[in-house]
């Protein structure tokens, strides 16, 4: 086809491709494949204005102005006496006596975090364990979420409560997972053993019985987007700043935030707060102030308006833009944990949180089976549509599969969790329980090269574990 533009040249062919998981369903049950069954592939970026690092975090717990309580072990303390196994709730106590793991689930006690002594109406401050948090605080949040770890450990098998809650200390992102799994395996009608050996003698988290058969379950909740947990970790300090010279009767935002570095000096960046934030009390007729000072490593970008009725002293912070690599985790997560169920006896089913900002059942479905592709003519006419099946379920071998399937969330928290999703394995001939297979079911189908997507029957399932709606 001639150039219009330059004479003589000749307009290569240019034919566009469109890549994503090909579903196919007559009825999706969750909104995200109703919205765009054959969504392109894209790379997910979150600037400001869309959905950002705490939007999603502050899910977890409850913090104001997207504040996640995070996970720094403390030293523990010898016990005084075995009767006080409990998490204190005075808050100059050490929060966890170190005890035999045995002692504290003779006890059969609902209460493993009692209601703290003194009144306490903060939230959680940055980089606050969030035990911590519960030990303390007594918002209405707070007793919420020692409602829901009372509820939910107490319903555990005994032997196992006292386990579980010294794993929260310690590892309280993949615990608190483990956790939500058990208590769905048991509203499903399971009764667990924790950490029976195989013949390799390795510990497998579960072995769920059901009346018509056993599997074995493996929990694991990778870490997402690191580099912006260490982006955040790195503004830390700063923002703790700046919420201290927050000036009287002020409410603050905070748009931008230089570029400093854990190990860089943050005594320009101090001077510069202060300066800044040395603002006189609102008068009745004040109205809000923009506060922009640039520094030889980025821009500090503050918002103050004057504070009426909310207490609330930080509104929110600058955003932070991340790449999104839910895809590359997942699929690590299951060849990752392979080697730790390989002996089992039972059918094995991986448990996997996809907690990235922007982690969807799109992200399993490629990581898994693979993705469907749409090419277009330079006339964006229609010309093949296909399926590439290169998900790490799809992968050539001779041998029974490790996993009969894997059990997909995409939430685990305090606020919410979502309904599990089973991905059964192609090659996977053996038989699951009935009640496994009353979740939604996503299979691939070669013949038809598509995911099919079978509808959950488990009805109430997320809502008998009674999260948290405060």
């Known amino acids: ?78 016990a005084r006496s075995a009767g006080r196994e409990m998490l204190y709730g005075n808050s100059t106590r050490t929060m966890w006596q170190d005890i035999s793991l045995g002692t504290m689930d003779h006890h059969s006690s609902s209460t493993w975090l009692p209601e703290p002594l003194a009144p306490d109406d903060t939230y959680a401050r940055r980089d606050e364990h969030a035990l911590d948090w519960l030990a303390r605080s007594t918002i209405t949040r707070a007793k919420a ?41 048991q509203e499903l009608g399971a009764s667990l053993v924790f950490e029976s050996s195989n013949r390799e003698g390795r510990r497998p988290d579960f072995t769920a019985q059901f009346s018509d058969g056993a599997i074995i379950v493996e929990a694991k909740a990778p870490v997402f987007n690191a580099a912006a947990g260490e982006e955040q970790k790195s503004r830390t300090p700063l923002l703790d700043f700046i919420e201290s010279k927050i000036p009287e009767g002020w409410t603050i935002g905070i748009w931008q935030l230089p570029n400093i ?36 490593n980025g821009i500090i970008h503050l918002h103050l308006w004057p504070k009426k009725t909310t207490s609330i002293q930080v509104a929110w912070e600058a955003p932070i833009t991340v790449c999104d690599n839910s895809e590359d985790r997942i699929r690590h997560a299951v060849k990752g944990k392979r ?43 229609l010309v093949e549509t296909g399926f590439v099946p290169d998900g790490i379920f799809n992968e050539k071998r001779d041998k029974t599969p490790t996993f009969a399937g894997i059990l997909a969330f995409l939430t685990a928290g305090f606020n919410a969790c979502t309904a599990p999703v089973l991905y059964r394995h192609p090659r996977f001939s053996g038989i699951l329980p009935k009640a496994i297979l009353q979740l939604e079911q996503r299979m691939y189908k070669e013949e038809s090269e598509e995911i099919q997507i079978q509808p959950s029957n488990a009805q109430g399932l997320v809502e008998r574990l009674n999260f948290v709606n405060v």
């Open 145 to 185: 979420c020692r409602r829901f770890l009372n509820e939910h450990l107490s319903k555990l098998p005994v032997g196992t409560q006292s386990k579980i809650l010294h794993d929260l200390r310690y590892k309280w992102h993949s615990t608190f997972f483990e956790l939500i799994v058990a208590r769905f395996l």
């Open 261 to 296: 570095g854990p190990a860089d000096s943050k005594r320009e960046f101090h001077n510069t707060v202060e300066k800044m934030l040395h603002v006189p009390p609102p008068r009745a007729d004040d109205e809000d102030r923009e506060l922009i000072e640039e520094l030889p």
């Open 339 to 381: 080697s730790q169920v390989r002996s089992s006896d039972a059918p094995v089913l991986l448990a996997i949180q996809a907690s990235g900002i922007s982690s969807e059942f799109e992200d399993f479905d490629m990581a898994l089976f693979g993705r469907g592709y749409n090419r277009f003519d330079e006339r964006r006419q």
């Open 1 to 78: 086809m001639p150039c219009q533009l330059v004479p003589g040249c000749v307009t290569p062919p240019i034919w566009f491709l469109s890549i994503s998981p090909r579903v196919c369903s007559t009825l999706p049950s969750d909104p995200v494949s109703r919205r765009r069954p054959c969504a392109s592939l894209s790379l997910r970026l979150h600037p400001a204005g869309k959905r950002t690092l705490t939007s999603k975090l502050c899910n977890m717990l409850g913090t104001h102005a997207g504040y996640e309580p995070r996970v720094f072990p403390r030293r523990l303390m010898p």
